[in-house]
């Protein structure tokens, strides 16, 4: 059968396999969740050799294990290396907003619904099955690599090394990541550039215990306060990032780059339908689709400390702590930037605490090259299967491999993206649409089609 009539005969039990994918629960931040990520990964070995792959492989890492798998019988065709991630992130309801069991994936509507259903289980496994529709159609035009990651929502602590030590498994000639989205329902995007991410706790320290508030409060330096003191003390009234050297490596948008990119601006009526907000905040200066995909942030993820159960206690904590990240764009160096905060941090520390800045994660910054033939194929590949020119886009979220394939790979690599804006990734109701999982395999069938000369 020919790739396109296997999908359309299949697409029920493709998306019944999908569910069964979607029903562990890897959330890879969550240690108590550590056996369903190693689920997760076990399942998706034993997918990949269920379609024909000729090599799979598990391979540990100190954290979850990744997952490996290739088909390597096209001969002189080009080979494509195609990163996923099948770990998700906590999807915790306190305010009930989800409307189905995140874990137990449903259809509402043409869409589906699941933690992990556009982000990343479900896009990844939209080019698991355009492999398998190729594979089985005897037509492969492509050699293939799989490398499937667990720990991708938890800052990918240790896929670099092993894309270090690694050179000759992973070598290929392009590198396909399906984990972006659209600019618009029906406007196809392929994302040229991705923030990179530091990922830092402050912690601020005082008295040896907690203390009496009312034998010691006026007298000792609170580390609640301290810690606010602090933070507030990272941005200006405008919201401009105060910490010194902050910006000095950032590479300002070329006139001809930030006249393309306002064609695709980020509309205020889009924030309030996403977020209820009517007013948006920060850098001036910048259009908001340039401060999300051009300009640097630093962000207060949250603030730990004191008293925060039921009821009142009149404590003056001994510690608080906040996690704090800040997303990078072209030119900064995320050990740069930890040290320049760390430094500004300890210089406004007042002398009646102490404060410790640390690391948790970190990622560079992509920008991919838009003009390689590959993406040209790929253009042509989303105009086939969507119907529509796909626009390039700059995204502010991070995926921390892609840097490093770049650097270490050599090859171009093309963000594949099938989400809508509107998916709710992270959130609650996370849905793929299962037109843009069909529309997605025809996509990665065309492109796999359409490069298989290019070498
Ligand atoms: N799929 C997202 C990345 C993304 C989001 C790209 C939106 C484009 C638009 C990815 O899974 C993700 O959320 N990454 C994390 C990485 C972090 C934990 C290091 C992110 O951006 O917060
Ligand atoms: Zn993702």
């Given amino acids: 059968m020919n790739p396109y009539e296997f999908i359309e005969a299949n697409h029920n039990q493709f998306l019944e396999d999908l569910k069964d994918w979607l029903r562990i629960p890897s959330i890879s931040t969550l240690s108590e969740h550590n056996a369903d990520v190693r689920k997760a990964a076990d399942w998706i070995k034993a997918h990949l050799d269920s379609i024909g792959l000729t090599r799979t492989e598990i391979f540990e890492t100190p954290g979850h294990p990744l997952v490996y798998g290739e088909w390597l019988g096209a001969g002189n065709a080009p080979t494509v290396l195609i990163y996923g991630h099948y770990d998700v992130q906590p999807a915790d309801d306190d305010e009930g907003l989800w409307q189905s069991d995140p874990f137990e994936p449903v259809v509402r509507d043409g869409n589906l619904y699941a933690r992990g259903a556009t982000d990343d289980k479900g896009q990844t496994f ?12 005897g037509q492969m035009p492509v050699n293939v690599k799989f490398i499937l990651e667990g720990e991708e929502e938890s800052g990918s602590n240790h896929i670099h090394t092993f894309v270090n030590e690694h050179p ?74 105060t910490v010194p050297g902050f910006y000095d490596k950032v590479r300002p948008l070329a006139t001809d780059e930030r006249a393309e990119l306002a ?27 340039e401060r999300l995909g051009a300009r640097p942030t630093l962000e207060i993820n949250g603030i730990i400390g004191g008293r925060t159960g039921e ?16 997303r990078l764009v072209p030119d900064q160096d995320p050990k740069e930037i930890e040290a320049l905060i760390a430094q500004h941090v300890a210089s406004i520390t007042p002398e009646t605490v102490t404060s410790e800045v640390r690391v948790l994660h970190r990622g560079k910054w992509a920008i991919v090259e838009q003009d390689s033939p590959f993406m040209q194929a790929a253009a042509r590949a989303f105009e086939l299967g969507f119907g529509k020119r796909p626009v390039f886009t700059r995204e502010g979220g991070s995926i921390p491999i892609v840097g490093t394939f770049q650097d270490q790979l050599n090859a171009p690599v093309i963000l594949m993206g099938f989400g809508l804006p509107d998916d709710n990734l992270h959130g609650p109701n996370e849905k793929y649409a299962l037109e843009n999982f069909r529309k997605g395999m025809q996509t990665a069938i065309r492109f796999y089609e359409g490069i298989s ?3």
């Fill in 263 to 289: 064609k695709t601006p980020f509309p205020p009526e889009r924030l309030e339908r996403e977020t209820g907000l009517k007013t948006p905040w920060g850098e001036p200066g910048y259009e908001l689709h």
């Fill in 126 to 137: 939209t080019q698991v099955k355009a492999i398998h529709s190729l594979l089985q159609s």
């Fill in 168 to 241: 000759d498994l992973l070598a290929t000639d392009v590198v396909v990541v399906s984990d972006t989205s659209f600019h618009a329902p029906d406007q196809p995007s392929i994302v040229y550039g991705l923030r990179g991410i530091t990922y830092l706790e402050i912690e601020v320290r005082g008295p040896a215990q907690d203390l009496h508030s009312g034998m010691y409060g006026g007298i000792v330096h609170n580390p609640a306060q301290a810690l606010v003191e602090i933070l507030a003390a990272l941005h200006d009234a405008d919201g401009r990032v």
């Fill in 453 to 455: 000369t290019l070498k």
């Fill in 311 to 326: 009821g009142a206690k009149t404590v003056l904590p001994a510690r608080a702590l906040a996690k704090v990240s800040c």
